[in-house]
């Protein structure tokens, strides 16, 4: 499937049929949504929006081609960056080098059984004497907008592995209630992903004041999803195979890094620079519209340069 802005379809037969089961999507419509879509963007001019057609089918995939849904989606989106200023300031992966260095995150290189994502967030690999909890919540913030781009990934969704060990009351104090209410509703409101469950392993004692934070701002279908497994991999493994697991969690690999997805980050600094210039545009930027004649909302409508992993 392709159209005139070029996008191209990379999806399977399987994968195609899935995305009409499960997302309601149809290759016949595909192109009047997404125009439905980009018609919408006119009742928010303050905001400067991407067109091109493989970021806004990410919105409509994660909505189930739902356009009412996906635009407001896409306009959260916008506002979580504008608010969130402690976290998309500086949003580079060259501002989060010792965050990539310290495995903080990891991405296994093979998907689930169901062909989902598997992501892994270790806090207890945070460096309380060298940063700040900002940098952590970015890096994991760019990968899972990294893997957003993935079309498998965004008809598969993604799982979350939450290794709690090596966490300690250091770090719980950390945890401010206001930026682990922003962080959930990021995740669950803003970004194009379908998070299809989380597994906790390896909780320490302190881990119900842990979950007491993030709890409360958990929607109820995303509490459904939760699993609890301490150090009891085996039923872990009942849901992800060890096939694919690092050792750590009882599984096949043996010294698991996660060098190739920060390589992959890294090689994506400048286009992660041009999207961060979409959104609420700053004041200098309104003006200088304003001066030339320019909407303040337009001028950028395709140039985004397209991230392939």
């Given amino acids: 499937m392709s159209d005139p802005k070029g996008y191209q379809s990379s999806l399977s037969h399987e994968l195609l049929e899935k995305a009409k089961k499960e997302l309601n999507e149809d290759p016949s419509k595909t192109e009047q949504k997404l125009h439905d879509l980009r018609q919408m963007f006119k009742k928010r001019p303050d905001i400067k929006f991407r067109t091109d057609d493989t970021f806004l089918l990410r919105y409509l995939r994660v909505r189930k081609f739902n356009v009412e849904r996906a635009y407001k989606t ?5 506002e979580v960056r504008d608010q969130f200023k402690e976290l998309y300031a500086d949003y580079t992966p060259s501002d ?3 965050q990539l260095k310290d495995q903080i995150h990891w991405i296994l290189r093979s998907r689930d059984k169901d062909g989902r994502r598997v992501f892994i967030v270790r806090p207890g690999n945070w460096d309380l004497e060298k940063y700040s909890i900002t ?3 970015k890096t994991a913030m760019m990968l899972m907008e990294l893997i ?3 079309e498998e990934t965004q008809i598969n969704g993604v799982v979350v592995i939450a290794d709690y060990s090596g966490m300690s009351m250091k770090h719980v104090k950390q945890l401010n209630p206001i930026v682990v209410r922003k962080l959930a509703d990021t995740i669950q409101n803003a970004l194009p992903l379908r998070l299809k469950a989380i597994h906790y392993v390896n909780q320490p004692k302190i881990f119900d004041i842990i ?3 993030f709890k409360p701002f958990f929607s109820e279908k995303m509490l459904k999803r939760l699993h609890f497994h301490g150090d009891e991999y085996g039923t872990l493994h009942e849901h992800i195979p060890s096939s694919i697991l690092p050792a750590e969690y009882g599984g096949a690999l043996q010294n698991m890094t996660n060098q190739e997805w920060a390589d992959k980050l890294f090689s994506q600094e400048d286009a992660i620079i041009e999207n961060n210039k979409y959104g609420f545009p700053k004041s ?3 003006l ?3 001066k030339q004649g320019e909407d303040a909302a337009g001028g950028l409508v395709g140039s985004f340069k397209k991230l392939d992993i």
């Fill in 74 to 78: 896409l306009v959260h989106y916008y």
């Fill in 96 to 98: 989060v080098v010792q």
């Fill in 135 to 137: 940098p952590c919540l």
């Fill in 148 to 150: 957003c781009e993935e």
């Fill in 211 to 213: 979950f007491g934070l």
């Fill in 284 to 286: 200098s930027e309104v």
């Fill in 288 to 290: 200088g519209a304003q």
